[in-house]
């Protein structure tokens, strides 16, 4: 499936009833999934987030710039943020499946349909831009709505699409297709706008234009793929540094966060905390995370529930309004509940619905449960070691095992609930039709698909519980020595794990037709299995003579 990400933004954040009419608009459109809806009352601007199939987003973002240039009054909207229409800006972003360039197409689409069927004047900008003189949005919105009556009379400016006469109420719409883009605003200890803007500039890549020897020259700023700008929200009764992260590669949001505060401290402000506005990938909090643990010598090979608190409270997320993750980090608003409903039950509840009558969870899914467990006792381990008095200097060393133990676990924990999914498939194929030979050739290859699934995710255990035995030894080795029984039962378990699995993997492989698969995935499965039995000893051994009782 092709997903594309949608981010309109509509001159409207403080009337709640014409902000609901439009996202109603854009909800009717099947097949589209609204993520966020983010009004800013200072800015009078509301972003809103969502996601979907390329043609279904198109039709629903049509459907939100019409309503918002039906209700949306340009002359006489005000606030903080640049603008020049009801839907000042609408973005295309690629998610999966689909490149840059197909992107920029619907993009094209959509900015034309607005053009000929709204009658608004469209620009296109970023990579639905063919004309790069004319690509960049500041450069495009110079001179805002008021200086737009004016604008789109210069040859140079004509739009892309839609009439060459500038409309009063509904202004114009800037549609493109870019990168995913994060918006992070830095909060000061300063009502200025002046010294906000001061530090903005010593930050963003545009920088400023300074005199040299009677020249004016350009300073660039420190951050690259930074766009910046100061402004005073009187909501909040502060200043702040509005930043849009082009390419959080190149910036992450930590260093923009850490660079604010550099740059504010020389100019005697503090930073007192930052805000996001919109959604983010649950990459740039982690990473965000493990950057700030890592500043304070700290172990990286934590959760990463406990990565997101770490990044939220280091960067002050949570000082202006409560932070969500379920609601801000965009792998989250996409989940599939159902991808992970074993492992988001309780234990009690888990273990209830493994004793009830039901099939599944099985012997795969507790396989990889016990898995997880085994590699969670080696990677507190490594977690010990890292924070214990008198080894400050070996914090990074244990750091990086944990980290190795989180990358097990997770892979683990996933594979719960793949194993189930595995025997739900497999059951589903037995259920479909067999009234026709068509019918009986369908469901005999569904059969035979899904089997093949239910021996590769047992195999997958085997593969991720004999590899995480690695951090079990090292630990028993290394780790503190008042845990070596902890690895210890790690070791066990992942044993454990690998056996069980490797049962499922032999008794699915019965129901397969293609021998020379079966006989190859038997064959790697009884290898590891005999090397994980040898390990387990290996393990134990040390276990028992660092005990010593």
């Known amino acids: 499936m092709q ?40 800015t009078n601007r509301t972003v809103v987030t969502m996601v979907g199939e390329p043609a279904a987003v198109i039709e629903a973002a049509y459907r939100g710039i019409k309503k918002a240039g039906e209700l949306i009054d340009m002359s006489k909207h005000k606030g903080e943020h640049p603008r020049m229409g009801a839907t000042d800006v609408c973005p295309l972003i690629p998610i999966a499946n689909i490149s840059m360039e197909e992107t920029a197409k619907y993009a094209q689409q959509l900015a034309k349909r607005v053009g000929e069927e709204l009658s608004i004047p469209v620009y296109l900008y970023e990579d639905a831009q063919p004309n790069k003189e004319r690509s960049n949005l500041s450069l495009i919105r110079a001179g805002e709505y008021e200086g737009f009556f004016k604008k789109i009379k210069e040859p140079q400016w004509k739009p892309d699409f839609g009439p060459a006469e500038f409309d009063a109420k509904r202004g114009g719409t800037v549609i493109g297709a870019r990168d995913f883009l994060v918006a992070y605003n830095v909060n000061l200890n300063t009502t200025s706008t002046r010294r906000a803007n ?41 200043a702040q540094i509005s930043m849009n992260l082009t390419n959080i590669n190149i910036t992450p949001v930590h260093i923009a966060f850490d660079e604010v505060c550099t740059k504010a401290t020389a100019r005697g402000i503090r930073v007192t905390g930052s805000e996001l506005v919109g959604l983010i990938p649950l990459k740039a909090m982690t990473d965000a995370g493990k950057y700030f643990l890592q500043k304070q010598k700290r172990s990286t090979g934590v959760s990463e529930k406990e990565l997101i608190k770490i990044a939220i409270k280091s960067m002050g997320l949570d000082e202006l309004g409560p932070f969500r993750p379920e609601e801000r980090i965009i792998e989250y608003m996409l989940a599939d509940k159902a991808s992970s409903r074993l492992v988001s039950m309780t234990l009690t509840d888990f273990a209830n619905e493994t004793a009830s ?4 969870p099985g012997g795969g899914s507790i396989s990889a449960y016990v898995g997880a467990l085994g590699v969670s006792l080696g990677t507190m381990v490594a977690n010990l070691s890292s924070h214990k008095k008198g080894w400050d200097d070996r ?17 683990l924990v996933k594979l719960v609930d793949a194993d189930t999914l595995a025997f739900n498939k497999i059951m589903q194929a037995f259920g479909l039709p067999k009234s026709t030979d068509e019918e009986k050739k369908i469901r005999k290859q569904a059969i035979q698909e899904a089997t093949k699934f239910a021996i590769e995710i047992p195999y997958k255990v085997m593969e991720t519980a004999y590899a995480s035995m690695d951090v079990m030894k090292q630990m028993v080795i290394e780790g503190n020595p008042n845990s070596v029984t902890d690895a210890g039962v790690g070791a066990l378990c992942a044993r454990s794990a690998v056996i069980g699995a490797y049962m499922n993997v032999r008794i699915n492989a019965t129901s397969y037709d293609d021998k020379a698969f079966v006989t190859d995935i038997i064959a790697r499965g009884a290898a590891i299995e005999s090397k994980t039995m040898a390990l387990e000893t290996e393990i134990l051994k040390l276990v028992n003579e660092k005990i010593g009782v």
């Open 3 to 42: 997903l594309i990400e949608c981010v309109p933004n509509f001159s409207e954040g403080n009337d709640l009833n014409i902000i609901k009419q439009i996202t109603d608009e854009i909800e009717k459109v099947e097949g589209v999934r609204l993520l966020n809806v983010d009004p800013g009352k200072a």
């Open 357 to 360: 009558e039901s099939p599944a």
């Open 395 to 411: 914090w990074k060393e244990f750091s990086d095992w944990a980290e190795k133990g989180e990358q097990y676990k997770n892979e």
């Open 198 to 238: 001061a530090i903005a500039f010593d930050v963003r890549e545009a920088g400023r234009n300074i005199e040299v020897g009677g020249k004016k020259v350009n300073q660039p700023g420190t951050l690259k793929s930074v766009k910046a700008i100061g402004w005073f929200i009187e909501e909040y009764g502060v």
